[in-house]
């Protein structure tokens, strides 16, 4: 199932506001609803119930304090802050496509500008000095540098090493500091990378679990082996991303052979400048 209503209203309205509350309210009755009537079809015994998200959602730069991120920043629309880079293609007959920055990335199509005279990596060096003099970028990396980074101890390198298709014609990337969203329309939103747009919850409800509440880090890649286990599926793939949750298993499912999981995941730190 997916609850994507409080999606349009986080963007919208922001973690803080009323309106998110009201929704998220409502979407606990939603989902009592449908478990009364899935509880009175079905067996309970034999039903597992799991919750999560895809992102959280930052909090607006202009909310004096919130608990959910680092505020006092401001929205960055993405296409002004390059417009001027723009501006001086479009003179050069380099049509607006062939020069894209979304969300921090930077995606040119390379044979394009190449036959419009235009040297692809002189114009991402332009770019990266045009954000790195803006105030609301925290680092902008090259992906050709980023390539080099080690991401088992740098957080930046391993979040945009696993964000990017190998296919992707991304050439730059660069993160916002903490209080800083992009937005082109006044809303805020989860491109910035840091805890406020990435930190979410995940439940597990159901027999196969021990109540409790557990407050070391994982990731939701951690579900789909967790699941496996709790309905005593073996994963066909040889070697997954996540980890089965031992802790919030039964003890009888504890005793199952273990999927192959990946190596332990570092400590997310947000990057440095």
Do not use: C
Request: net charge positive; proline share 7%.
């Amino acid at each position: 199932m997916s609850l994507s209503t409080l999606d349009a209203v986080g963007h919208r309205y922001g973690p803080d506001a009323r309106e998110t509350h009201d929704m998220l309210l409502r979407v606990d009755r939603y989902l009592g609803h449908f478990l009364t009537r899935l509880y009175a079809m079905r067996d309970s015994t034999r039903i597992v119930v799991a919750l999560t998200a895809d992102h959280a959602i930052s909090p607006y730069p202009q909310v004096r304090r919130s608990p959910f991120g680092a505020t006092g920043g401001e929205i960055v629309n993405d296409t002004l802050v390059v417009s001027g880079v723009r501006t001086a293609l479009e003179r050069r007959g380099v049509e607006p496509r062939w020069m894209q920055f979304n969300y921090g990335m930077l995606r040119l199509q390379r044979d394009s500008l190449r036959g419009a005279g235009v040297d692809p990596d002189s114009l991402t060096r332009v770019v990266a000095r045009v954000l790195r003099s803006h105030p609301a970028f925290a680092r902008v990396t090259t992906t050709a540098e980023l390539a080099r980074l080690d991401t088992t101890r740098d957080a930046y390198a391993r979040k945009w090493r696993h964000n990017l298709p190998t296919d992707e014609p991304v050439t730059l990337v660069a993160s916002l500091k903490p209080g800083n969203v992009f937005s082109r329309y006044r809303e805020t939103g989860h491109a910035n990378g840091h805890a406020s747009d990435a930190h979410v919850p995940i439940v597990f409800y159901g027999p196969a679990f021990v109540a409790g509440r557990y407050r070391e880090r994982v990731g939701v890649v951690d579900l789909a082996p967790t699941l496996a286990r709790a309905i005593g599926v073996v994963p066909t793939e040889r070697r997954l991303d996540g980890h089965v949750l031992e802790r919030v298993l039964v003890p009888a499912l504890r005793t199952r052979p273990t999927p192959p999981a990946a190596k332990p995941r570092a400590p997310e730190r947000a990057g440095g400048s």
